[in-house]
């Protein structure tokens, strides 16, 4: 029978870094609040970390601290803060120096040995204390188990940070961690796609979502959205610059780095397609303000005692009293208020869209991007024909085949930009072939399964591959696809099991 327990010192270890966090000092009125205010510190020297910005020395934090108290609306002297900043550093009197330490029962033992950590280190490569600088502090191994405990906290982050913070680890060749950080942003960047598909589909079924949706920044361009996609993808590059050392590293740590950069160009392609849907979701909201105003005049079904009272006020409650004073007041008041006439609104409304829209660029973005491609269904079979009955046959397929094809055919592979989503897909996600659309629907694979439901109209041969898998890989030994700008990593589609 397994111990219960079995790594029961390990555990112990990451529960009482927590527990002393902020403890074993006395910082006055700041006592009370201490655990939360250094977690949050530590959150903002891990942020500042992975950004490489380098103001984390103890000056420095003593001002993000005294940031902290200011946010929380707590006066404490500046005695008390710079006492808390010190009891992160050193543990009790920072003149000694001395880690943290406790005592933690060893099950192997069975006795109570000390334990000894710190939160914060000096960072080696900001430090110059040969030129008289400061010494410039690091999360330790245990502050950022601490920081990445929940998955709450580490969804505040985002995207973006999660990027930095593999970069960092592959920067340092920590290609272990790197693995499990790069499974983060696969699952983040999964968890957004499918965001903005919900969003797309709530749209077509109530385009009023558009001005409640609260999870989506309205006052973002699509400038600054794509820009901020360009940020994204530029940090993807830097990480695939690092590629070329994996050829100086001892066997082991090889096998680890290929698999890492597998597994981040799997993200990088489920970064793109991101990028197609948040810019298409973009555009079906301005054809809509545009073209169909008449969908947001339907008569709201909402009620005041059942979405605004029971499940908005009762469950989250409001974060000040005189807030349900103001939504009560109309209710009872003897004053009616003036309710303007449905046309004098929608003006309103179309005249802030002015002012958030320059008429010229709007009816460009419209005209030129905002066109939605009509999918020629029987040239995609004719060219993805043989690319199945090679899987059908085979049970594989290297993208590589194609690098030699005639111009006349590579143009009609570029003439249908839904090729490149179909094989994305293929590349992003483990494929059960179906002919039913309803069948393991999920919303991503939809025009992966309508392909092979094609295909299976078109030749009952491919039929065979009814409940078959594919699957994806890279084969470093081919080069990749190189087409006209167009990059694609030597990825292989194989049936699972048969290749």
Sequence with gaps: MDRVDKDFKERLKKTQAVRMLGTGMDVGELNEYAHEICLLLLLNIFRREITDNSNRSRQDLISIVYGITKDMNINSSRENIERLVDGVIWYKDPKNQDPFRCRIFNEETGKHEIYKFKYLKVDKEH???????????????????????????????????????????????????????????????????????????DIIRNPQVIFFDKNRDKKRSQEEIKRQFEEEQKIFDDMFLWKERIDTFPEEERIDANHVFEKLERARIMHNHLAKLVVQNLAYEVEIRVKYPETFWSTSNISFKKDIWQNLILKKGLPRLDIL????NPLFSPEIEFIYPLDWAWEEQRLKRKLDFDEIALDAIIEDEFIVEEINWELVIDLWKDIFYELLKKGCFSITKLQNINPEEKSRWLSQSINIDIFMMFVITDIDLEISVEADYDGEVDEALELFRRLCEYDEKYKKLIGKKVLSRINYNNPPLKWDGLFISPYELYIEGES
Excluded: C, P
């Design 325 to 328: 004073e103001n939504i009560l």
């Design 127 to 201: 430090t110059h204390w040969e030129k008289g600088g400061q010494s410039i502090y690091m999360l330790t191994e245990v502050s950022q188990e601490i920081v990445f405990l929940t998955r709450e906290i580490l969804e505040e982050f985002g995207f973006d940070l999660e990027q930095f913070y593999t970069l960092q680890l592959i920067k340092t060749g920590n290609f272990n961690k790197a693995q499990s950080s790069v499974d983060n942003l696969i699952m983040r960047v999964r968890t957004l796609i499918k965001r903005e598909r919900e969003y797309k589909e």
